[in-house]
Structures are given as C-alpha cells and as structure tokens.
Nanobody, 114 residues
C-alpha cells in the first residue's frame, strides 16, 4: 500500500516561510507527477503545485511567485518551499500524485497568523 507522509507544517506569522516535505513510495514517486494540495476549513481540497519527473512545475495562481515545489528522486521526497505566507494560506497540506492515486496521508497543518 502506498504511503504518503507529510511533515514541516506549523504556526508562522504573515510574511514568514515554511518548508514542507513529503516522503512517498519509490514506485509511486518515479511513475507519477507529484503534487501538493491543501484544504482549508469549509473548502474543497485544491491542487496548489505540481512537478513532473523531469522537473517542470505548475502552480495555482494564488501561490505563484511565493511557493516552489521540488523533488529529490533519490530520496523519493517532494518539497514545498512556502515564502511570503498569508493568512489565506492557512490549511492542511497534503501531497499525492496528480491526479491522486493513493490514499491521502494525515497531512500537515499550516497556520499563518499574527
């Protein structure tokens, strides 16, 4: 069974930064586009960033220029560097393939508040 383990969330002030990490199984990581998703209270889960195996990336307009997704193929890990964080970035962040193919992990909570 594919497992996804997200980490790196926390409480940060507006304008601050966080780096999220997601460890995935080798097979899933190497065969798929990987993405970071988020779900804010009362809202649908949304894809915020994706990266293909060759390194090309795409971002939601709401995070473009502030977030950077990257991957380490040797470690089967995908990262999300989040800068200039805003209160509206507050959500539980998840990783999965794009489109999702595995059960969702526990996610990691990101709270942006002063």
């Amino acid at each position: 069974q594919v497992q996804l383990v997200e980490s790196g969330g926390g409480l940060v002030q507006p304008g601050g930064s966080l780096r999220l990490s997601c460890a995935a199984s080798r097979r899933m990581f190497r065969l798929n586009v990987m993405g970071w998703y988020r779900q804010a209270p009362g809202k649908e889960r949304e894809l915020v960033a994706r990266i293909i195996s060759g390194g090309s990336t795409n971002y939601a307009d709401s995070v473009k220029g502030r977030f950077t997704i990257s991957r380490d193929n040797a470690k089967n890990t995908v990262y999300l560097q989040m800068n200039s964080l805003k209160p509206e970035d507050t959500a539980v962040y998840y990783c999965n393939a794009d489109p999702p193919i595995a059960s969702w992990g526990q996610g990691t909570q990101v709270t942006v508040s002063s």
